[in-house]
């Protein structure tokens, strides 16, 4: 299982002053030194955080494999047809939302993202698309020919710190089998982080995973690259998980 970094959280701290540090073109060399197989940001609408010039410099420098997560619009397409980046997830984006809140609603929108899938794969870009681990949504992702989903992991993460985590792991297992079957290359994230990846980490099923925010906030105590290396070791030595009572 392969780990993508999300350095999106290092330009928000940048943007918190409008200055020129953190860079994530360095945080991005520091994650891949910490062994990190790729480098995600979100393009947001709104450049909340991640910028056009950020995107630009990032594909000159990552050496890995860098995906943009953007919502499916136009103005997103002729960005990431620009940049060509390896891979676009495609995420549904509300301007009052701290984060992306769920997974696209591809049966809704089937029309318009079939033919947004369609024109950055011919762009020879790489597309997976962010969505619940709904099997309908899922089926609909085979029709409309994306090659990857990115299963959102929320309500796990959500449902381990109140309880009721294996309900929702169960349906991330049943998902991510149900995709392979149907031919996808299978992602996940969402709110993963130190304490809760052991359970995600041990399905076959699932090829990557993309972490942000727990990596950014352990690297403000121990450093990005240690950070890193951190998650890697957890994600190739999975703990027990714990006991749930019946």
């Avoid at 999300?6 to 943007?15: G, K, L, M, P, W």
């Avoid at 079957?181 to 299978?186: C, P």
């Avoid at 709110?191 to 052991?198: F, M, V």
């Amino acid at each position: 299982m392969r780990l993508a970094v999300n350095i999106d959280h290092i330009a928000t701290i940048r943007e918190a002053r409008k200055s020129d540090e953190p860079d994530p073109v360095a945080a991005a060399m520091l994650c891949e030194l910490g062994g990190a197989q790729g480098i995600t940001v979100h393009l947001r609408g709104d450049r909340r955080h991640i910028q056009d010039r950020d995107v630009e410099l990032l594909r000159k420098t990552v050496s890995t494999h860098l995906n943009i997560e953007m919502a499916a619009s136009p103005e997103m397409v002729r960005v990431a047809q620009t940049v060509k980046p390896q891979q676009v997830t495609l995420v549904p984006e509300r301007r009052d939302e701290l984060t992306t809140e769920g997974g696209l609603d591809i049966v809704l929108h089937a029309g318009n993202l079939e033919k947004i899938v369609r024109q950055l794969l011919e762009s020879n870009i790489d597309v997976s698309i962010f969505v619940d681990p709904d099997l309908e949504q899922i089926r609909q992702c085979q029709k409309i020919r994306a090659p990857k989903i990115e299963i959102n992991t929320g309500k796990f993460t959500e449902a381990w710190i109140r309880g009721g985590w294996p309900l929702e792991l169960e349906k991330i297992n049943m998902a991510a089998k149900a995709a392979r079957k149907m031919g996808l290359i299978v992602l996940a994230g969402h709110g993963l982080n130190y304490r809760n990846i052991d359970a995600i980490a041990i399905n076959e099923d699932i090829e990557e995973l993309n972490i942000g925010h727990s990596i950014v906030a352990r690297a403000a105590l121990v450093g990005l690259e240690a950070a890193v290396r951190e998650m890697i070791h957890l994600m190739r030595n999975p703990r027990r998980l714990p006991t749930v009572a019946r």
